[in-house]
């Protein structure tokens, strides 16, 4: 079976990269993947036929055409749509998509998949991963974080590993958010476990993967 991947930045693409072996064994070994990594999330087109300038590469703008293309390819039996949720109320983001993917003629076998609020949610959701990874983490932030909620999940992660915490990155600014989180996917990535994962939404992409390729 063969799947293509579709993901907002370039550390959720470093994440699949450790991810998708623990999921779907070595590539090739039956199945074969590839990650499409964007420049952010941008938003759903209005008017569900429509898409965005496809040099930008911002995923929700391109998604429409990007699903209308995989609907008439041959040899992809399956397209995984991986997003933050951000502030969305998941329900309606959610309708927005399976409308995009109802528009198709054909439509392409896709799953999606929310991380809730942030794709850091997921680190949070194997301590013993974020612990191995950042040994000097502060546990007193793990305390205050309730899994999958919507409460600057990236900026607590800052503050539980980061020297100086989220205000020592907003200090600096643009690009450090994006060097870090991808620094985080590198370290961590690679030591999650996939069934120790307490994130329900990790565990949803988790079970929907093995669905699919069962």
Avoid at 44 to 49: A, C, I, M, S
Avoid at 110 to 117: P, S
Avoid at 161 to 168: F, L, S
Wanted: hydrophobic content about 35%.
């Amino acid at each position: 079976m063969h799947l293509e991947f579709l993901i907002e930045d370039a550390s959720g693409e470093i994440l699949l990269r450790s991810l998708l072996p623990k999921l779907l064994g070595d590539q090739g070994e039956p199945h074969t993947w590839r990650v499409h990594a964007y420049k952010g999330i941008g938003r759903v087109p209005k008017g569900l036929g429509k898409s965005g300038d496809p040099a930008k590469r911002i995923l929700l703008d391109q998604l429409p055409r990007l699903l209308r293309g995989y609907g008439q390819s041959s040899g992809i039996d399956a397209v995984v749509v991986i997003l933050d949720s951000d502030r969305n109320d998941c329900r309606e983001f959610l309708d927005q998509l399976q409308k995009i993917l109802k528009d198709c003629n054909p439509p392409p076998n896709a799953l999606f998949r929310l991380a809730i609020e942030e794709m850091e949610a997921w680190y949070f959701g194997d301590h013993e991963a974020l612990t191995q990874a950042y040994p000097k983490a502060k546990k007193d932030v793990f305390v205050r974080y309730r899994q999958d909620s919507v409460c600057g999940t990236w900026e607590l992660l800052a503050d539980a590993i980061y020297p100086g915490g989220v205000a020592a990155i907003k200090k600096v600014g643009w690009p450090l958010p994006g060097q870090v989180k991808s620094e985080w996917a590198e370290r961590i990535g690679p030591l999650l476990d996939p069934d120790r994962n307490i994130s329900p939404s990790f565990g949803k992409l988790r079970d929907g993967i093995r669905r699919l390729t069962s």
